[in-house]
């Protein structure tokens, strides 16, 4: 087996279980390894460390599959998307059958890191699963990957959508078709929490749809009663859909993306929700808030769902910024006695900081308000504890007093 030998001293994080090696900390690594290939990691003193994926061309030069003494082989993947499988089967009442009430059809069963398998993305829609392979190990496993689920959720349809920037990173190229069976249509109905939602596996965000925000979406939709709503950065309506749902009684969607609210317009109707309830503005957040503020405009509730701002922390500052901005807006547009539900998914931004932006926003806005909850990504998107970036999602509901 190939081996990478780390510099002195530069095993403290993997003794700390981080499964992450970055290209600096490597003193020695055998040639021609292949992309992807499996390699011993050894301590400068030459002892086994851990068992790793290679990634000759991304800083994150190798990814750990196991901390044990053991074989990766189709029998170590086996074991790993199992214990993944069986993790989601304690969160939710059965992640392998369609439920006709409860929790819905659509979940994360593999959420790479967090379940000990790096760089591999496993969703699941109805009777289809849909993978996305980010890192040169997990393209290397990839067929036996797709057996494997084959083998282990009874399904038979796997779509690829390995169409992720972050691919570049490793020097892969983008990737996107079927990788097992065959599918009728690339767009059709998920059930989440007894709404429905169409999906499109080509063209939708991430694998789809924001699985994380499932159980937010809920939240959304117990707050929602006889108020007046503005869902920012709506995207195919999830949040829009909840609040209908929830007995909203005026909805106001918010998208730069024309194709996104086409969707949302359809979920509303597929779920026989009162489409005159709902007004959709194609356009630009930070302008329109801009624009309502300057009208006088109020709302009992607005959701802010950005894109990511800073994927990683050297974009912090500007994305913080950014958060300030349409927050402070958010908070001059909110009725006393009003909520804001606001998200950040930006890796470079922890809970911490999110939350001070937060109170910078209403300090500067001169409002009064509390946090009445703290919101995360979903249990179908656990977080190693020695992994903590895997937690990306921070969401905060204040209550403007
Ligand atoms: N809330 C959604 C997910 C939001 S994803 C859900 O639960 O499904 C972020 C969305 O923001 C995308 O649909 C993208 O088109 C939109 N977007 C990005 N920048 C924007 C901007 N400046 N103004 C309006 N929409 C924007």
Not at 289 to 301: Q, T
Request: glycine fraction near 8%.
């Amino acid at each position: 087996m190939p081996a990478l030998i780390l510099k002195q001293g530069r095993e403290k994080s993997l003794l700390r279980r981080h499964p992450w090696i970055f290209s600096g900390a490597i003193h020695h690594a055998d040639e021609n390894i292949a992309s992807g290939a499996t390699v011993d990691l050894l301590s400068f003193n030459k002892q086994l460390l851990a068992r790793a994926s290679y990634s000759p061309q991304s800083q994150i030069r190798a990814r750990v599959w196991t901390f044990e003494d053991e074989p990766v082989d189709k029998e170590f993947f086996r074991k790993r998307i199992r214990s993944a499988i069986m993790a989601r089967s304690l969160i939710s009442p059965s992640p392998l059958t369609p439920l006709p009430e409860g929790e819905g059809n659509a979940l994360r069963l593999i959420y790479a890191e967090s379940d000990g398998l790096p760089g591999l993305i496993v969703d699941r829609y109805s009777d289809v699963l849909v993978l996305q392979s980010l890192t040169a190990g997990s393209e290397y496993w990839k067929e036996t990957i797709a057996d494997l689920l084959l083998e282990e959720t009874g399904l038979e349809t796997i779509y690829e959508r390995s169409d992720a920037d972050v691919r570049e990173l490793e020097g892969l190229e983008s990737k996107v078709g079927i990788l097992r069976g065959a599918l009728s249509s690339f767009v059709f109905p998920i059930i989440e929490h007894n709404l429905k939602f169409n999906i499109n596996l080509q063209s939708g965000h991430k694998t789809g749809f924001y699985l994380d925000q499932r159980k937010n979406r809920l939240r959304v939709r117990e707050l929602a009663k006889d108020k007046d709503v503005l869902d920012c950065f709506c995207y195919t309506g999830g949040f829009t859909v909840n609040a209908l749902a929830g007995g909203a009684k005026s909805v106001i969607s918010v998208d730069s993306s024309a194709d996104a609210l086409i969707l949302a317009k359809e979920n509303i109707a597929l779920n026989d929700l009162p489409a005159d309830k709902a007004t959709f503005i194609e356009g630009d957040v930070f302008q329109l808030l801009r624009k309502f503020r300057d009208e006088g405009r109020s709302f009992d509730m607005i959701i802010l769902d950005p894109p990511k701002f800073a994927p990683t922390a050297a974009q912090a500052e500007r994305a913080a910024r950014g958060y300030k901005d349409i927050n402070l807006l958010a908070f001059k547009l909110l009725r006393a006695g009003g909520i804001l539900v606001t998200f950040s998914c930006s890796g470079g931004i922890d809970a911490g900081l999110f939350q001070k932006i937060i109170a910078g926003a209403a300090l500067d806005a001169c409002v009064e308000a509390q946090i009445v909850e703290h919101l995360s990504q979903g249990a179908d998107h656990p977080v190693s504890l020695h992994f903590p970036e895997g937690a990306y999602l921070k969401g905060l509901i204040c209550l403007r007093l």
